[in-house]
């Protein structure tokens, strides 16, 4: 079974910085696109960043690159994602996501198809 497990999440001033951590068990590490996505009450769902072993690849939306750095540790079989320069807009709840698919797949179905975990809050003041 697919598990994932977010921590890392808190309380931050803007500018300041957080490092999510996602365990990961169940899968086959490689096999799988790992990524964050955040959400705010109201709005959509939105992928923030995603790695692939497999293909060496990431993502990152527009509004994190530069602030962020997704990685991965195989003998964890845990994901990482550093957020620098925090900003008040990046207040959400942050969830990990996994799915046998390229990151562009995630990214494009929000996630749909892709197991969740239960997510950890980030909350960043001004």
């Known amino acids: 079974e697919v598990q994932l497990v977010e921590s890392g999440g808190g309380l931050v001033q803007a500018g300041g910085s957080l490092r999510l951590s996602c365990a990961a068990s169940g899968f086959t590490f490689d096999d799988y696109a790992i990524g964050w996505f955040r959400q705010v009450p109201g709005k959509e769902r939105e992928g923030v960043s995603c790695?692939?072993?497999?293909?060496?690849?990431?993502y990152y939306t527009d509004s994190v690159k530069g602030r962020f750095t997704i990685s991965s540790d195989k003998a964890k079989n845990t994901v990482y994602l550093q957020m620098n320069s925090l900003k008040p807009e990046d207040t959400a709840v942050y969830y990990c996501?996994?799915?046998?698919?390229?990151?562009?797949?995630?990214?494009?179905?929000?996630?749909?198809?892709?197991?969740w975990g239960q997510g950890t809050q980030v909350t960043v003041s001004s």
């Open positions: 996501v996994a799915e046998r698919a390229p990151c562009t797949l995630v990214r494009d179905s929000l996630g749909r198809k892709a197991r």
């Open positions: 790695i692939k072993e497999t293909y060496g690849s990431t």
